[in-house]
């Protein structure tokens, strides 16, 4: 006879994974109960820890698996463009589109909105603080690249950076208080004004 070693798993990592995330991005860190969290996963406590730690290690792991699924198709946008500005629009349109509350989707972004009244123990804000300069420097990248092609001056690219995470921002707090894809995609239209008319000499 073999001898079987180790425990067979018992859940879809990925699929409890995804779960837990979607509860994080409701609720927030703090608001979360381990109850919550063992009710949506479908698992209970003894098997949370074992496979995940705790809650503060859960969350970082599900707020990774938010960076890896849920923003790309966002953010993948900023790339798409011919031009930086062709981008930046492409993106808002997409945070326009999938910021408000869906059939499968809480309202707003897990790592823009879950530090806004919300106390995290320091190693998840560190984290989280990172993976929103982490955006910033996926626009600062794009406005450098546009710059260097003579699209907008130089001077320009940190306050457009700036400027255009923070409309993100601001539409993902309207989003959670029940904004739809119109009323956003109006305010992205409208943040479009903003960009420079004058091309770098």
Request: proline fraction near 6%; aromatic fraction near 6%; glycine fraction near 10%.
């Amino acid at each position: 006879m073999v001898a079987v070693i180790g425990r067979p798993r018992e859940f879809d990592r990925d699929a409890v994974l995804d779960a837990a995330m979607r509860v994080f991005w409701r609720k927030g860190f703090s608001a979360a109960s381990m109850n919550d969290l063992c009710d949506a996963m479908g698992i209970r406590s003894p098997s949370l820890y074992a496979a995940f730690g705790g809650k503060e290690a859960l969350f970082l792991e599900a707020l990774d698996h938010y960076v890896l699924t849920i923003g790309p198709p966002v953010w993948g946008k900023l790339a798409e463009g011919a031009t930086a500005r062709q981008g930046v629009e492409a993106l808002l349109a997409a945070s326009a589109e999938t910021l408000p509350t869906s059939a499968t989707t809480p309202a707003g972004c897990m790592a823009l909105l879950g530090g806004v009244g919300d106390q995290w123990p320091m190693p998840i804000s560190d984290i989280v603080k990172s993976v929103r300069l982490n955006m910033l420097g996926m626009l600062q990248s794009r406005m450098a690249a546009g710059a260097a092609d003579g699209e907008l001056p130089p001077t320009e690219v940190e306050r457009l950076s700036r400027y255009y995470l923070g409309i993100i921002q601001g539409m993902a707090i309207q989003a959670a208080d029940g904004a739809t894809p119109l009323d956003l995609m109006g305010v992205a239209k409208t943040a479009m004004t903003a960009w420079p008319t004058d091309r770098a000499a």
